[in-house]
């Protein structure tokens, strides 16, 4: 389980989108933020593939690949 320690601004993950339904992406950590939504921790970040800004539930991180 990822904690907020865990990840910092700049750090490269993989993070399912879509609430978890969508195939995990790389990433990078724009902001790691202890209430995304709904008073749940999370991240925004943009994919690396697209460059689309996204966010996402801490939950949803599955690896920290560089912190």
């Known amino acids: 389980m990822i904690r907020l320690e865990d990840i910092r ?3 490269i993950v993989f993070v399912c989108g879509g609430f978890g339904a969508e195939t995990a992406q790389k990433a990078l950590v724009e902001e ?3 209430d ?3 008073g749940r921790p999370g991240i925004t970040y943009r994919e690396i ?3 689309s800004p996204r ?3 801490l939950n949803q991180v599955k690896t ?3 912190y």
């Open 36 to 38: 995304i939504k709904n």
């Open 64 to 66: 920290v690949v560089t």
């Open 9 to 11: 601004e700049g750090s």
């Open 49 to 51: 593939a697209t460059g």
């Open 55 to 57: 966010w996402a539930y």
């Open 32 to 34: 790691v933020e202890e």
